[in-house]
């Protein structure tokens, strides 16, 4: 028999018992190990699945019985991801260096993904039949205000809930994951923002609409009719104009106007400006209804609207909308063609050429211009109400207004108003933070005319170092010969331009605290331009006014000095065709230096 009390055999126990303990550890930390990382695949593969579906749900929004059929797989994934990582192992896992951050990083993942199925978005289940298609479509000429306005509470709670996610999967530092880890994550993050969105979009709308179609009682809009072809800042003139009234869903036309019946009040400004826009703009936009869009900003051109339709037609409106032809091009495209009563089929591809250069063409008298206009937005206006539009469509062309800032919307009363808080909707000046600077490009008619038709806006914004950025603005017109376009087009000299030139003042608004550097002009032609400046609201703004003859091209570069963002970005003025948008181009100005 082996003594294993003997001292010469201690020695040797000891050293088989820790040998044992190593193989032990070393076996049970494979294990765990092992462990770890099956659950962690099979968590991180339930979370690509559980994103893809949310991505497709959201993308259905215009088809809530579709995205609701898309919840239960979701739940089930981020049900199994979150049990995957909520386990004591891992857990005590999270506490190892390098790999804790990873195994962090999943676990609030999969936690704030499953929170957002299943406190986010199968809430929305409950109220899919009252945002269906057909809930929105009008019965007898009536919208069913009451039925969409009871699926507000569960919007907006699914709104908030898929923010709190969408935040806390964001607020995971990806410093120390791995690369294919934090792109999944970023990815998470995208889609939770993308359905946040979303979700806060369906929550204002079930607040908003309701009440602007009269639930709580009778409700009146003005409208205001953008005309393009004269730009002005928020997108162009106003010509025409109209009353809806609201009641209890049913919608009705009560009133049409042109800018021909305001110009009784061109002596005096229907109220006063702030000494601020008043300095850029004159007086003109409180005394004329084409310019009220001149200051873009719609909380102070819709409120002076609202009081010329108060004066003209003694009706106080609870609420001012714009729009533009691009507008109804979309709307178009919902309702299919109408018939005008002139013979024209308006359709979504004809109705920017016809509304916004063959009028001028087929009319020279503006007020059967302004018959014309009127009769376009009559029959808009009653393929909506009838119920030809394909709500679906419908929806997604006024989203699409909205996003391009073609449609604004003011509210008199200002609760009701900040539903759109922080929306395109509002047409507010831009904002800028310590992670975005935003510069902006407002467009206004000098001529008179309807030239503006003719022209085409390039803006495009860079960092040239940490401090300095460059502004690039370029005006290029493809005006045909004048003696080929209508004197009411050119505008015939009648404000001092040559016929067939465009005589364009660009405001460039900066971010706060911003200052220019240096600026220079360009162009293949001779032309006249001049600055001036001041401010608007704490941003400071640069006017350049210049002359354009047809085929030329101009172009003014600004150096800018402000505090470097993430982002640096510009808005511009809508024009007649959607594509022309602010870009991020390349520094202008060489040689900059930090």
């Known amino acids: 028999m082996i003594d294993w009390a003997s001292p010469g055999r201690r020695p040797r126990r000891l050293r088989a ?3 044992w303990a190593v193989y032990l550890a070393l ?8 462990w770890i990382g099956v659950r962690g695949a099979l968590a991180v593969d339930h979370l690509r699945s559980a994103q893809s579906t949310v991505t497709a749900a959201a993308q259905a929004a215009d088809d809530p019985a579709a995205a609701v059929a898309m919840f239960a797989p979701a739940g089930a994934d981020t049900g199994s991801a979150r049990a995957l990582t909520s386990d004591p192992l891992w857990r005590l896992a999270e506490s190892v260096p390098w790999v804790g951050p990873q195994l962090r990083a999943i676990e609030r993942t999969a936690a704030a993904t499953d929170d957002a199925v299943t406190k986010g978005l199968a809430p929305l289940a409950a109220i899919a039949g009252d945002l269906a298609p057909e809930a929105l479509q009008p019965a007898g000429g009536v919208i069913d205000v009451a039925r969409l306005a009871s699926a507000h509470p569960a919007a907006a709670g699914a709104a908030g809930a898929l923010r709190r996610s969408a935040d806390e999967v964001r607020g995971i530092d990806p410093a120390p994951l791995l690369g294919r880890l934090s792109d999944t994550l970023s990815h998470a993050a995208d889609v939770l923002d993308a359905a946040a969105d979303r979700a806060d979009a369906l929550g204002r709308a079930t607040a908003l609409v309701p009440q602007m179609l009269g639930a709580d009682g009778p409700r009146s809009t003005l409208v205001l009719f953008q005309n393009n072809a004269e730009w002005r800042s928020l997108g162009g003139v106003v010509g025409a104009v ?10 009705a036309l009560s009133a049409q106007g042109s800018s021909g019946d305001f110009a009784q009040l061109s002596a005096e400004p229907v109220a006063p400006l702030p000494a601020d826009v008043q300095g850029l703009y004159d007086t003109r936009p409180a005394r004329y209804v084409q310019n009220v869009t001149q200051v873009p900003d719609f909380a102070v051109g819709a409120p002076l609207a609202r009081e010329m339709w108060r004066r003209v037609h003694g009706s106080d409106v609870d609420a ?3 729009v533009d032809p691009v507008t109804l091009s979309y709307v178009l495209r919902a309702t299919g063609p109408v018939r005008l009563p002139s013979g024209d089929e308006l359709t979504a591809d004809s109705a920017i050429p016809l509304l916004l250069h063959d009028v001028y063409a087929r009319y020279a008298d503006p007020d059967a211009q302004d018959d014309f206009f009127r009769s ?94 460059s502004v690039h603005v370029e005006l290029r017109s493809d005006a045909p010969d004048p003696a080929q376009l ?5 505008g015939a000299g009648v404000y001092g331009v040559t016929p067939g030139n465009a005589l364009t003042g660009v405001y460039l608004y900066l971010p706060p605290g911003a200052s220019v550097l240096d ?20 941003r400071p703004v640069v006017k350049w006014s210049v002359e354009i003859p047809p085929g030329a091209l101009v172009s003014l570069d600004l150096e800018v000095a402000l505090p470097s963002t993430p982002i640096l970005d510009a808005v511009m ?18 040689g900059v230096v930090d």
């Open 17 to 19: 018992v820790l040998v």
């Open 27 to 34: 076996a049970a930390g494979a294990l765990v190990a092992v």
């Open 242 to 251: 109209a009353q809806i009234d609201a009641d209890g869903g049913r919608i």
């Open 320 to 322: 001012v909308v714009a």
């Open 376 to 469: 376009a937005s009559v029959a808009v206006f009653q393929a909506v109400t009838e119920g030809r539009a394909e709500p679906a469509a419908l929806i997604d062309a006024l989203a699409r207004a909205s996003s391009e800032r073609r449609l604004l919307i003011w509210n008199a009363d200002a609760e009701t108003q900040s539903i759109l808080d922080g929306t395109p909707l509002q047409g507010s000046l831009p904002v800028s933070d310590s992670t975005r600077s935003t510069v902006a490009v407002y467009l206004n008619d000098g001529t008179g005319s309807k030239m503006d038709y003719y022209l085409h806006p390039r803006v495009e914004t860079a960092w040239c170092s940490a401090r300095t950025a």
């Open 486 to 490: 209508p004197p009411y087009v050119t």
């Open 519 to 538: 600026q220079r002009t360009s162009g293949d032609a001779p032309v006249t331009s001049g600055f001036a400046g001041g401010s608007h609201d704490g």
């Open 573 to 590: 003025t809508p024009t007649r065709d959607p594509g022309e948008v602010a870009a991020v181009g390349t520094c202008r100005f060489a």
